[in-house]
C-alpha cells in the first residue's frame, strides 16, 4: 500500500514538471489600469541608474527577451524593441515588470526593490529598434 | 541507468544560471513562487543548542523546488538528524505545493499552501512549529520508529511595503497516523534589501546583495490541549541571505527562543542554487518538443 502512495505521488511530482506552459502569446488583456498609466519614473532625471537597469536586465529577463530584447521565440517573450512595447508610458512598463503576467509565463518582479524596477524601466528604453524587430 | 544519470547531470550544469532574489525567511512564506520552469536546489540545516538535559543536533535537509507554472510551486524534501551521544537518522521526506490564487500583485497577496509529509517523530528541521513543538528530549531509537503520515496546510499573507516585504501565516497540521486532534502554528517575518538601488558594477559585497529582516514564529496549541500560545515554542530570529552570485544564495539566520520549551537557540543556514529552465531542458531529455 505504501508503495502505490510513494509511486502515485512521485507520479504526481513529475507531472506537475512537465506539465509547465512556457509558449507566449500577447495577451490583449494584459492592460495596465489608468492610475498606473500615469506613473512618472523617479529615475527618469537619473540616467546614471540606467548601468544598475542593464545588470538587472542581464540577471532577470535575458533569459527569455534575449540580450538584445527581441525576445527569444522559443520562449514565446516579447520583443521589447517593438514600437508597441516602446510606445508604453514608464508606468505601463512598471506595471508589467511589477505584476507579470503569470498565466503567459512573464513572472512578477515585485520582489525586486521599487526603485530596481524603475531602473529596468530606464534600462528598456534604451533597446533600439533594429531592421528586424521593426519588420515584425 | 548510469549513462542516463551522468547525461542528467551533464544537463544541469549546461543550463543557465539566473538570479535569484531569494527570500531571507526559514519558516515564513511570502507571496513570491518560483518562476515557471526553474528549479531550485537548496541544503539547510537546523541546529539546536541544548538547554540543560537536551542535547546538541544537526538536522540537514534538501530541497528541490520547481516552478510549474506562474501559479503553482510544487517542492521535494529531504531531511535527517543527527544528535551528539545518539545517532544519525534518516527522518523522511515532504511534497509541498503553494498556490497563488489571485493573478495580480495586491496590497495583501493571499497563497494557499498544501503539504504531505511522511516522517517520524525524530524530525527536528523545524520548518513549522506546531502544536507544543518536537519531542527534542527523547532518544532516537524511540522516536524513529513512530511514523507520522501529516497532512499541512497554510494560509499565506504577504505584502510588498516600498522595499519591505511583510510576511504573515497561519498554519494547522493533521497527523493521520494518530488519532490526534489539529495542531497549529504561526510565522510572521519582515524583511528588505539592504540598498534599493542597483549598482552599475558586477560585485558579491555590495549592499543590494544582502536582504535581512527578521521573523517570529511558533505553536499556538491543539484541538485537544487547547488554542493558546501557552506551553509551546516561540522563536525570535533575525535574518539574512546573501546573493553570492546570480544563481546561489546563503541564508542564515540564529532563532533565540522566547519561551521555555524547545531548543534555547536555532542556529539555521543554508546554501541556495537555482537552475533555469530545468522543466524544458528536462523535457527535451526525455524526447518532448520544448
Known sequence: MRGIVVTVLAIGFMTSVFAQNVSYQQDPKWQAPAEALARANPLAQKPEATAGGKKLFQRNCVECHGATGTGLEKKRAADLQLTAVQQQTDGALFWKITNGNTDRGMPSFSRLPELQRWQLVLYLRTLTPTMDSQQK | ?290
Open chain 2, 1 to 290: 541507468m548510469p549513462r542516463y544519470f551522468l547525461a542528467l547531470l551533464v544537463m544541469i550544469g549546461t543550463v543557465l544560471p539566473c538570479a535569484a532574489q531569494e527570500s531571507p525567511y526559514f519558516v515564513t512564506y511570502d507571496h513570491h513562487l518560483e518562476e515557471p520552469g526553474n528549479l531550485e536546489i537548496e541544503t539547510f540545516s537546523t541546529m539546536g543548542i541544548p538547554r540543560s538535559g537536551q542535547h546538541l543536533y544537526a538536522a540537514p535537509y534538501m530541497e528541490l523546488g520547481y516552478g510549474v507554472t506562474g501559479r503553482w510551486t510544487s517542492e521535494l524534501y529531504l531531511e535527517g538528524q543527527g544528535t551528539a551521544g545518539d545517532s544519525t537518522v534518516f527522518t523522511g521526506w515532504r511534497w509541498e505545493n503553494r498556490f497563488r490564487p489571485l493573478k495580480r500583485e495586491h496590497f495583501l497577496n493571499p497563497i494557499l499552501y498544501l503539504e504531505y509529509e511522511n516522517i517520524n517523530e525524530a524530525s527536528r528541521i523545524q520548518k513549522e512549529i506546531v502544536g507544543g513543538g518536537p519531542n527534542i528530549t527523547s532518544p532516537n531509537s524511540e522516536l524513529q520508529p513512530v511514523k507520522a503520515h501529516e497532512l499541512e496546510t497554510k494560509l499565506i499573507l504577504s505584502s510588498t511595503v516600498h522595499d519591505w516585504n511583510i510576511a504573515g501565516n497561519f498554519t494547522v497540521e493533521k497527523n493521520l497516523s494518530e488519532s490526534e486532534g489539529f495542531e497549529f502554528g504561526y510565522a510572521f517575518g519582515f524583511a528588505r534589501p539592504l540598498a534599493s538601488l542597483a549598482s552599475g558594477r558586477e560585485c558579491r559585497f555590495c549592499r543590494e546583495n544582502f536582504i535581512a529582516g527578521m521573523e517570529f514564529y511558533g505553536g499556538l496549541g491543539t484541538t485537544e490541549a487547547g488554542f493558546s500560545a501557552h506551553n509551546t515554542a516561540h522563536y525570535v530570529a533575525p535574518v539574512v541571505s546573501w546573493q553570492v552570485s546570480d544563481n546561489s544564495s546563503f541564508h542564515f539566520s540564529p532563532a533565540i527562543a522566547l519561551t521555555h520549551e524547545g531548543s534555547l537557540v536555532l542556529i539555521r543556514f543554508g546554501y541556495g542554487y537555482e537552475i533555469r529552465g530545468f522543466g524544458s531542458k528536462l523535457a527535451q531529455f526525455f524526447g518532448g518538443k520544448r
